[in-house]
C-alpha cells in the first residue's frame, strides 16, 4: 500500500502519461492496454478495455493487440 503522499505522487505521474506529444489518444489507448496485457493486470486492463469503447477502437484492433501481447510473451 501507498501512503496518501506516494499515491499523489503516481496519480500525478500517471496522469502525465496521457498528455502525449507524439502518441495520439488512439495509441495511447492501445499501449496501454498492451501493457495492462503483457504485466496481467485485471483492474488496469478492464479499465483500459471500457476506455477503448469510447475511443471508438474496433475489436478487431484489441484482438491484434492481444495476439502481439502473446506472441512477445511466448518468446
Sequence with gaps: MLTEKQQDA???FYASTHDNEFLDAKTELLVGLAAAM??????CRHDYLAKTKGAGIKR???????AKVMAVSAG
Excluded: R
Design 10 to 12: 503516481y496519480e500525478q
Design 38 to 43: 503483457a504485466l496481467g493486470c485485471a483492474p
Design 60 to 66: 478487431g484492433e484489441i484482438a491484434e493487440v492481444l
